[in-house]
């Protein structure tokens, strides 16, 4: 499903032009349904690799097909049509839009495909239904607990049905308790079929993924089967 | 459906930031608000001067040497030079003109007017023929006009215009009472209807008298104006033709010359006033549009800020699919909208600004459907205007310096 080739990226810093070598030829392959975690130290490039697999970014070189489509040569635009329909982002500081409720929060990618606003309430409720938060769907994100939060984020990352979930450091900002009940969740994800990339520099949270690709200087120094 | 939502986040925007929403809103209500009060009291003016204009009536002109014409200092002394007319000129004019219905003439001085202690200075002294009353609208509130028999006889009987009798008689019936023009006492035999201000000016401070005693004792070169009715207005044009030939002959003026005298009729004059103010007008309504230029940049600083501020939002919205063009559309409706709400408040104050300027000043106005649409599409148009370059800064940033932003 995902395949890239040779992938760089180089960012120039500042004014004069100081290279950052982020990634330096990375080829990785994730089949559908696959629970992937990418480890890696800080300046280590998995965020790169996760702004490039989650089509926020394009490589200065190499090439990145997504459900065999070549996605590093797309436009803005091009690149915006694909992570609303196939990708779904779970963040560490969870990004719900302040002033906006659950329901409204979670509708958000429906209304960039053009949904109607009927079938979007109905998706998005499901959505919420699935990670267990029916009742708090008029729930400003400020009035709603840490791990509900991040369980409305997941809502919005499943509510398009996307070929892969990205979700980085998710349990990043939660204590462990809640952590745990947040990792269940993805676990379950993945039991019902969804691929999901998982990225984290805790070895226990990628201990839930069953195949696990350490990155150091912006190569994959490891990949390896977990279970 | 995406715009319905963008409206609906401004709105929402709107009301979550009072503060800053009264900030952003107060330029262009107080910008669209001076420009309607302006528009509505010019309207009013225009509206006003025009049906005064129009009672002078469709079928009816005058003829003087140009002083009612006077538009600059070089006017003035080309007119002062002329001839004044005379009452022989009217005669003249009576044989000449066929098509001339009924011919006036009126004469103009002002003088103190006195009641026992009572008096009045400058009242506007009007000698005039007895059918003037005929040619142009005067109507009675009581007694009657001065006769053709007292025209003929130079008697010393006054018409006095409403404010006069106001002044002079307060609580008094003014008829068969004698005033004093000048040096001379007149009996008042007729009182005028209210006519009201133009421009702040009483048009009830007159006194009517025979033009034949007003020239014996005021004097005969006082800028006499001949009035001319027509039967229908289908004969203005030639009438006016044919006495133009008969003064003209009169006054030898040679073929090649310009006339040395000003037809005028209620045209005339509305092109005079046009003329006048337009300019003025004009430089009213350029100046009331700065505070709305002014309201714009505050419209487009506060969608920076905005923009800014919700550089987060504007990443959220990326990572889960929104193109260049959804969030350069949110943030343009946003700015739109907010220009248009304070556009109608603008309206809704111009109006009642205008509708207190109307109250308690002389000048008029009028509101009308024109200027209050052309006030919201400018608001409109301000908000598009100054909203695009922060929804294009909006829509240019990369979702992941934006999810990065603290």
């Keep these: ?227 | 459906m995406q715009f319905l939502e963008s409206i609906g986040v401004a709105l929402k925007s709107l009301i979550a930031n009072k503060l800053r929403s009264i900030l952003t809103l107060i330029g262009v209500i107080i910008g669209v608000m001076t420009v309607i009060a302006v528009v509505s009291i010019i309207a009013g003016m225009n509206k006003y001067v025009a049906d005064q204009i129009s009672s002078l009536g469709s079928t009816t002109f005058f003829v003087d040497a140009g002083w009612r014409t006077i538009m600059s200092e070089e006017d003035y002394l080309k007119v002062l030079k002329r001839k004044e007319f005379t009452l022989q000129d009217m005669e003249a004019v009576k044989k000449g003109c066929p098509l001339c219905w009924k011919v006036g003439a009126e004469m103009v001085a002002y003088r103190k007017v006195k009641y026992r202690e009572k008096y009045l200075s400058d009242v506007e002294i009007d000698g005039s023929t007895a059918n003037i009353t005929e040619i142009s609208d005067i109507n009675l509130s009581s007694g009657r006009y001065p006769s053709e028999f007292e025209n003929l006889h130079n008697r010393r009987v006054a018409l006095i215009g409403w404010e006069v009798a106001d002044n002079l008689f307060p609580g008094q019936d003014p008829l068969e009472k004698d005033i004093k023009i000048g040096n001379y006492y007149f009996r008042v035999v007729g009182v005028a209807e209210k006519r009201g201000t133009f421009l702040g000016i009483s048009q009830d401070n007159f006194v009517m008298i025979p033009i034949t005693t007003f020239n014996k004792l005021f004097g005969t070169k006082r800028f006499l104006a001949i009035f001319v009715k027509v039967e229908s207005f289908g004969s203005m044009q030639e009438a006016q033709d044919q006495v133009r030939l008969v003064l003209r002959a009169r006054r030898h003026v040679p073929y090649d010359k310009p006339d040395d005298f000003a037809i005028m009729t209620s045209d005339t004059f509305m092109e005079l006033y046009r003329n006048f103010t337009s300019t003025a007008f004009i430089v009213m309504i350029g100046v009331s549009s700065i505070a709305l230029v002014v309201g714009g940049i505050v419209i487009m600083n506060i969608m920076l800020v905005s923009v800014t501020e919700r550089t987060r939002e504007i990443g959220i919205r990326k990572a889960v699919g929104a193109k260049k063009k959804n969030i350069l559309w949110q943030f343009l409706v946003e700015a739109v909208t907010v220009a248009l709400v304070g556009g109608l408040i603008g309206v809704i104050l111009g109006s009642i600004i205008a509708k207190i300027v109307a109250a308690t000043t002389p000048l008029p106005a009028a509101i009308e459907a024109w200027s209050v649409i052309t006030g919201l599409i400018i608001a409109t148009s301000v908000g598009l205007f100054f909203g695009i370059f922060p929804a294009v800064k909006a829509a240019k940033l990369d979702p992941i310096a934006c999810l990065r932003y603290e």
């Design chain 1, 1 to 227: 499903m995902i395949k890239t080739q040779n992938l760089w990226k180089i960012y120039e810093i500042g004014n004069e032009k100081v290279q950052v070598q982020a990634l330096r030829g990375v080829d990785l392959e994730v089949e559908k349904g696959e629970y992937l975690a990418i480890m890696g130290p800080s300046g280590s490039g998995k965020s790169t690799l996760m702004n490039l697999i989650g089509c926020l970014d394009t490589p200065t070189q190499g090439e990145y097909y997504l459900n065999s489509r070549l996605v590093s040569q797309m436009n803005d635009d091009e690149l915006a049509f694909i992570r609303n329909k196939e990708i779904g982002f779970v963040f560490q500081t969870f990004n719900l839009l302040p002033r906006a409720t659950a329901l409204h929060n979670v509708e958000l990618p429906l209304i960039y495909n053009g949904t109607e606003s009927k079938e979007r309430i109905q998706k998005a409720k499901k959505a919420l239904e699935m990670v267990d938060l029916t009742d708090r769907i008029t729930h400003k994100p400020n009035e709603l607990s840490g791990g509900e939060r991040q369980r409305v984020a997941i809502a919005r990352a499943i509510v398009n049905n996307p070929s892969l979930i990205l979700a980085d450091e998710p349990t990043g900002n939660l204590d462990t308790a809640t952590g745990a009940e947040i990792m269940k969740l993805v676990d379950r994800l993945h039991s019902e079929g969804n691929t999901i990339i998982l990225i984290t520099h805790e070895a226990d949270i990628a201990a839930h993924a069953h195949r696990a690709i350490h990155l150091r200087d912006g190569k994959i120094e490891q990949d390896e089967k977990v279970k």
